[in-house]
């Protein structure tokens, strides 16, 4: 289905409904053509942050069903997915195999290094307060290797 001039509306895939077959229902039932889009917010398997620390990338959390729900609201509703990549769970195989292999590992580019792009000693939180951030610490996770 191609994007066309129509509203989209963005949610979780439990906010209107338990999952994704409910989502799909409610969307048919009390909105239907005035929605022709689907931004769904992350869907995948994670350990915390309403999505936002995801397991794994190719797979949909079974709490809220499998790919061939999202083909079929596919099938009905332009759809876009929040693939953020700067955020993973310590749980992913992508941060254990880095975690394991350091640089060695086949994600190591996954993951950035304040050493790469910070002269020692930064950042400071004069720098820290210059990032757009949702909390008020450094967006970063310390890992022991």
Request: net charge neutral.
């Amino acid at each position: 289905m191609s994007i066309k001039n129509q509203t989209m509306l963005i949610t979780y895939s439990d906010s209107l409904g338990k999952n994704l077959k409910e989502l799909e229902d409610n969307l048919e039932r009390y909105f239907g053509a005035a929605v022709g889009g689907v931004h769904l917010l992350p869907f995948f398997p994670s350990t915390g942050d309403r999505g936002f620390a995801p397991i794994a990338y190719d797979e949909v959390d079974p709490a809220f069903g499998d790919w061939t729900d999202v083909k079929r609201l596919g099938e009905k509703y332009y759809l876009m997915f929040d693939f953020m990549i700067n955020h993973i769970s310590r749980q992913s195989k992508y941060y254990k195999d880095f975690q394991a292999k350091k640089e060695a590992s086949a994600y190591a580019d996954l993951f950035l290094r304040w050493e790469k792009f910070w002269p020692q000693g930064r950042p400071t939180q004069a720098d820290v307060d210059l990032i757009y951030k949702r909390k008020d610490r450094a967006p970063m996770q310390e890992i022991v290797f």
